[in-house]
């Protein structure tokens, strides 16, 4: 049995253990804020576009502000997700949890330190995203000069293999959590480095890892199918990285 079907199967085996409930509602009110700022967002949107002329820079410079405002609030939401990743981490380890640990790094005393390694890992990705989607930007601007449909066909595909070679390189960072729910006293930068360090040679495996659960990812196009997917794929590489840092905190 190849390292993809074992962590898949450890997984499952996990969350048989009267886990699905808890991983499955645990996921549920992690994107409640998610969800609640979404549906702000259209709320706000159509009330503006009742009482403001949509043909103005005024309107474009509104909409853009309320947008980096809600973007900002979810980002200061992200702890709930790191909360839910240690939830699964615990599943992973079979050790004792409860649904209120999503809320564990909204503690005074935890939470600025969550946020600061969670803004940075995301800086990081996003940096990679930028730097894969300019040809794609190249082909766009192109585009815009000539409107041949060829052109924005081919920005289209190019940035979709961004956002693909985005995460296949990112995967990097899955490891990054479980390093931390470890040892929460180290610096972030050095959670990192040890992160980046321990998975440098396990990184074609969790890509493995990744490519294995394709089928189930394009079934969450389906809005129902992604309340069991998202868990099982949360436990799978937190049960990854539990054996990944394992290894190292042995030695």
Do not use: H
Not at 74 to 95: A, E, V
Request: proline share 3%.
């Amino acid at each position: 049995m190849n390292i993809e079907q074992t962590i898949k199967k450890q997984s499952l085996a996990l969350l048989a253990k009267d886990n699905w409930g808890n991983a499955m509602g645990g996921f549920l009110i992690a994107v409640l804020p998610t969800v609640l700022l979404m549906i702000l967002d259209e709320v706000i949107y159509n009330i503006i576009n009742l009482f403001v002329n949509t043909n103005t820079l005024f309107y474009q410079g509104v909409l853009s502000f309320i947008s980096l405002v809600l973007v900002v609030v979810w980002l200061f939401s992200t702890p709930i997700f790191t909360g839910y990743f240690r939830m699964c981490y615990l599943i992973s380890k079979n050790q004792d949890y409860s649904l209120k640990d999503i809320f564990y790094y909204f503690n005074k005393g935890k939470y600025n330190k969550c946020l600061s390694l969670n803004l940075n890992i995301m800086v990081r990705i996003l940096g990679y995203f930028m730097i894969f989607t300019v040809p794609a930007l190249i082909f766009s601007v192109f585009f815009a000069i000539t409107s041949y449909v060829a052109l924005l066909a081919f920005a289209i595909t190019l940035t979709v293999m961004a956002f693909v070679a985005t995460i296949f390189l990112c995967i990097k960072y899955t490891i990054v959590p479980c390093v931390y729910f470890e040892d929460e006293s180290i610096s972030n930068e050095e959670i990192i480095k040890l992160g980046l360090n321990f998975i440098s040679d396990k990184l074609n495996d969790c890509r493995k890892i990744l490519l294995s659960f394709l089928p189930y990812i394009l079934l969450c196009f389906f809005i129902v199918p992604l309340v069991f997917v998202v868990p099982y794929i949360t436990v799978a590489f937190m049960n990854n990285g539990k054996w990944i840092t394992s290894l190292y905190i042995q030695e």
